[in-house]
């Protein structure tokens, strides 16, 4: 697995790794540059009880939940991308619909697996290296043990 090809073009990973980069610039611009001056001293200071009336603790346990989450998420995705090097299988598939919305396409591949036409789409970053598929192209998907529910387009996440 390629983890920076990975991150550019899957649309789940690349939000989950940005979104925690922001939730950081934004704690970090707001602290230093907002109304609120935040004395980590005095913070240190307080007791539990309360600290947890101050709105400055309030917006950090509130962005470092949502970091967790997003940390979480980004973690979860790569255990799965990554499950797919050990037991996988090309396939052939065609592309039969593509839909572009801003900086994401959707992409709906099909493919004949043991006699039955399987259906998948991927929602992916809209960039170069995506750029290559289009309608009526041919694309190689590798499929995790014999679901075809577990796909992923080989080019855009192994070497």
Excluded at 104 to 111: K, L, Q, S, T, Y
């Amino acid at each position: 697995m390629n983890l920076i090809k990975s991150v550019k073009n899957d649309y789940g990973l690349f939000f989950t790794f940005l979104l925690p980069v922001m939730i950081i610039v934004v704690e970090v611009i707001y602290s230093f540059l907002g109304d609120e001056k935040i004395d980590i001293n005095a913070l240190f200071s307080l007791s539990y009880s309360v600290l947890m009336q101050t709105s400055v603790f309030r917006r950090f346990l509130l962005l470092f939940a949502a970091f967790l989450v997003c940390l979480i998420c980004f973690i979860k995705r790569i255990a799965y991308i990554k499950s797919f090097e050990n037991e996988n299988k090309k396939i052939e598939a065609k592309v039969v619909d593509i839909r572009y919305v801003k900086d994401r396409c959707g992409v709906d591949v099909e493919f004949d697996l043991y006699g039955t036409k399987c259906k998948k789409h991927f929602t992916l970053m809209n960039n170069a290296q995506t750029k290559y598929i289009h309608m009526d192209s041919d694309i190689v998907l590798i499929m995790k043990g014999e679901n075809p529910k577990k796909v992923l387009i080989e080019e855009l996440y192994f070497d």
